[in-house]
């Protein structure tokens, strides 16, 4: 069984939209991260979360909101979605003191 | 601007023969790297990792080596494999919250 999971895979919305993209970890680790992935852009940090009261924004945190329900459970939140969020996104997770970062399977999310 | 630089887009290989990734990096506040792969449709593996208090560390195929005089740290993967034939992504660990700040990765192609 996949140890960090994200639903749905896939999504198609529409612009106007909201939307939650939802992780959960079965390793037990206290931090999660929200990535996404742009063709030629590389992977860039949308929010982390050091433990369940501890959230902060990434370095593209704007249009996006996030929820820690639980040491397990990690949502992201579109809530009016717009074309260029089209994307892929990833979920993470960590450890401390290693620095790992042990990734989810992705969602790839299209907004028309 | 990007701090970690991974300014070869692609590579081709041989089956058996040597792949050499290369990765530059600007900050000299880094003090761990991280080497991440990705297949198509999956998150990205963590691989291997080196500390700035070493040069060289070994996994295997797999190893990076790190010169910190000149930024820049490479991975060999020797003897490459076809199923080696993914995407390559250099990471660096910055800041306080030690958040990992990521190249724009390497697609290595490696052929029978």
């Known amino acids: 069984d996949a140890d960090v999971t994200q639903t749905p895979r896939n999504r198609i919305t529409k612009t106007g939209k909201r939307i939650m993209l939802e992780c959960s970890q079965t390793?037990?680790?206290?931090?999660m991260y929200w990535y996404r992935q742009d063709p030629g852009l590389g992977l860039r940090l949308i929010y982390y979360s050091f433990d369940v009261k501890d959230i902060n924004k990434g370095e593209i945190s704007d249009g996006y909101s996030v929820s820690r329900q639980a040491q397990a459970k990690f949502s992201l939140s579109l809530e009016s979605a717009i074309p260029n969020q089209t994307a892929l996104y990833f979920c993470?997770?960590?450890?401390?003191?290693?620095?790992?970062?042990?990734f989810g399977p992705g969602t790839r999310l299209t907004v028309t | 601007d990007q701090q970690v630089k991974q300014n070869s887009p692609s590579l081709s290989v041989q089956e058996g023969r040597i792949s050499i990734l290369n990765c530059d990096y600007t900050n000299s506040m880094f003090d761990y790297f991280l080497w991440y792969k990705k297949y198509p449709a999956e998150g990205p593996t963590f691989l291997i990792s080196i500390s700035s208090i070493k040069d060289k560390n070994e996994d295997g195929r797999f190893t990076v080596f790190l010169n910190k005089s000149a930024k820049h740290l490479s991975l060999h993967i020797v003897p490459s494999q076809p199923g080696d034939s993914a995407v390559y992504f250099c990471?660096?660990?910055?800041?306080?919250?030690?958040?990992?700040?990521w190249g724009l990765g390497t697609s290595l192609a490696v052929n029978p």
């Open positions: 990471a660096a660990v910055a800041g306080n919250n030690r958040k990992l700040i």
């Open positions: 993470a997770t960590s450890d401390p003191p290693r620095y790992e970062q042990y």
């Open positions: 390793k037990g680790h206290d931090r």
